[in-house]
T-cell receptor, first 113, second 113 residues
Framework: DTEVTQTPKHLVMGMTNKKSLKCEQHMGHRAMYWYKQKAKKPPELMFVYSYEKLSINESVPSRFSPECPNSSLLNLHLHALQPEDSALYLC????????????FGPGTRLLVL | KQEVTQIPAALSVPEGENLVLNCSFTDSAIYNLQWFRQDPGKGLTSLLLIQSSQREQTSGRLNASLDKSSGRSTLYIAASQPGDSATYLCAVSLLSGFQKLVFGTGTRLLVSP
């Protein structure tokens, strides 16, 4: 099973809402990643979790809060987002942290009104 | 700061043609280079990963080469098919922080029947 799943597929939220994105993998991978991708742009790294600990935070605003409850699950909690945060949010995982093939999920398309 | 550029930005070819996609990066201190495919609104699929010590990798009709000293990689697609239509992204991981992928600007490929 080389699948990374993400839920929901689509999300519409207001600027005062709180929502969460979920990512799951059952490949035994020890690194998980969140990326943000705007239309017609390449993905940009947001966070890296290595062995369930946050190892990289690319200066992401605090309205995005990642969480790794266990080695298979990665969440991204959203609060007080801005319309410019509308994007495709991609989750990925790799066997080890760094230098390995990353397996991507299908993404969550987020629209902030 | 590592910058990754892909040329051309868009390419349209008839079915059956062999084609070459180009990727260049400014900092040759890379850990590896990966090529990904992305269908519209979808996640990324890893195609090939080339370690910095390797010169090329092959998978089916795909062949990727790496010239680290000149900061260049090419993706060769043989006998293109309409199903190859997608955006192709190259990404490098750095020796200084190999958990982080820096993506190129992408090439949008359209193969017409």
């Amino acid at each position: 099973d080389t699948e990374v799943t993400q839920t929901p597929k689509h999300l519409v939220m207001g600027m005062t809402n709180k929502k969460s994105l979920k990512c799951e993998q059952h490949m035994g991978h020890r690194a998980m990643y969140w990326y943000k991708q705007k239309a017609k742009k390449p993905p940009e790294l947001m966070f890296v979790y290595s062995y369930e600990k946050l190892s990289i935070n690319e200066s992401v605003p605090s309205r995005f809060s990642p969480e790794c409850p266990n080695s298979s699950l990665l969440n991204l909690h959203l609060h007080a987002l801005q319309p410019e945060d509308s994007a495709l949010y991609l989750c990925a995982s790799s066997q080890e942290p760094g230098g390995e093939t990353q397996y991507f999920g299908p993404g969550t398309r987020l629209l902030v009104l | 700061k590592q910058e990754v550029t892909q040329i051309p930005a868009a390419l349209s070819v008839p079915e059956g043609e062999n084609l070459v996609l180009n990727c260049s990066f400014t900092d040759s201190a890379i850990y590896n280079l990966q090529w990904f495919r992305q269908d519209p609104g979808k996640g990324l699929t890893s195609l090939l990963l080339i370690q910095s010590s390797q010169r090329e990798q092959t998978s089916g009709r795909l062949n990727a080469s790496l010239d680290k000293s000149s900061g260049r990689s090419t993706l060769y697609i043989a006998a293109s098919q309409p199903g190859d239509s997608a955006t192709y992204l190259c990404a490098v991981s750095l020796l200084s922080g190999f958990q982080k992928l820096v993506f190129g600007t992408g090439t949008r490929l359209l193969v017409s029947p």
